[in-house]
């Protein structure tokens, strides 16, 4: 099913069903199988719920899980506000199956028994028709097992060290060969380099992601790792790393530091006199969502390597940034893991009206056929794979004093692989 956006779709009788004036201002993906159930009638809850979700003849529920506290909230606040745009749409637009959709909003708190805990709240007590939501790693392992347990539906939008599958989850984000790998393979060739000092917080992603950097910068680069080190979720001391990276002086400091931990050492750096001026970085980790607390200021020069980046210059991200900041104010920023998680309503969407049902293995069976795409992303052309990935491009974006990212390498699209064959 190719979703396209902006274009005028026709009912079955061939009259245009033109969108009201002031969604053309929004990115608005619609099905013609949604635009037709809003015509031609509506079917029973009965019909297209048979296994006792939140659907009623009006509406159904749906969760959204992330930490509006805690030291994620710097991360996961964008990619809430972009699911709620996405939903806010879609409503707009007639709903799903002729439904509008429910929100009910729980708070994972930066803790990842609070996230099995909130889970296992939306799908056995809210009875929650999908959940979109989760960030880090470690809070998506923490309720996966619920989301199995249960024959629940995630939709999960963060970048990730990949080595996972499970029927149960929609990964909008980007596995390791996606980032991990294709950012080594620019950053060796464009800077030389050979001598990396990796750095991350000490939990599963970066743990995992830096298993597999130091195999591609080892076995495939012919680099060699000259440094490793972990700082615990949160912490804000980074003299001592940064003094090991002064002796070592590596070609490429490769960092996974996460949430509100990045103000503290990128300004950290600064201080100690280690800029782009004289030295190369490039974090996996670092989206405009973490640039607002750091200060574009303290990064300035450094690299991300990401899918999508604000500042892209295409039509669809333009309309997405102005509906995102007309709902969620000026000063927003959107980054990577925002604009995925913008992207899950939509695919969701997509598979339910696919299916004709909300029910969640018919809705998973409709998202494994291989022809569900997003025609005009805010990133680009994105298409779900059977494997329950998105095929995207990886980007690399520098970091410039206004807190925005400008773009210098852009790869083909790139088919996802969450168990890349040497990595495992």
Known sequence: MSVNLFTPQKSSTGRVIRKPRSLLKSLCAIPVSLVLATHIGLVSAAD??????????????????????GTMAISET??????????????????????????????????????????RKLLVQDKVAAVFGA?????RKAILPVFEKENGLLYYPT?????EQSKNVIYTGQEATQQILDGLNWVAKE?????????????I???????????HIENVLGGKVVGEEYKPLGDTQFGSVINKIRLRKPDVIYAAVVGGS????????????????????LTISVTEDEVLGIGGENLEGFYSIMKYFQSQDNANNKAFVAAFKEMWGKDSVI?????????????????????????????????????????????????????HHLWSKARVGQWMKNGQAKVVYESELIKPDPFPEGYQ
Do not use: C
Request: proline share 3%; net charge neutral.
């Open 159 to 163: 970048f990730y060290e990949g080595l």
């Open 205 to 215: 992603w970066p743990r995992t992601s830096m298993k597999i950097a130091r195999k």
């Open 78 to 119: 964008g990619a809430q506000q972009a699911e709620k745009l996405a939903i806010k749409q879609i409503n707009e637009m007639g709903g799903i199956l002729g439904r509008q959709i429910k929100i009910v909003q729980e708070d994972g708190a930066s803790d990842w028994p609070t996230f099995a805990e909130k889970s």
């Open 48 to 69: 297209v719920n048979t296994t006792g979700l939140a659907v009623t003849d009006t509406e159904v529920t749906v969760g959204i899980l992330h930490s509006l506290t």
């Open 335 to 387: 980054g990577d893991v925002t604009q995925a998680a913008y992207l899950g309503p939509w695919l969701w969407k997509a598979a339910v009206e696919k299916a004709g049902s909300f029910d969640i293995d018919k809705v998973v069976a409709a998202s494994e056929e291989g022809d569900i795409e997003l025609t005009t992303a805010p990133e680009g052309y994105v298409k779900l794979d059977p494997n």
């Open 191 to 203: 800077k030389k380099a050979k001598t990396f000092y990796l750095i991350g917080s000490d939990y």
């Open 262 to 281: 990045n103000v503290a050492w990128f300004k950290q750096l600064k201080a100690a006199g280690i800029t782009s001026k004289k030295q190369t970085l």
């Open 135 to 139: 960030w880090t790693s470690a809070s």
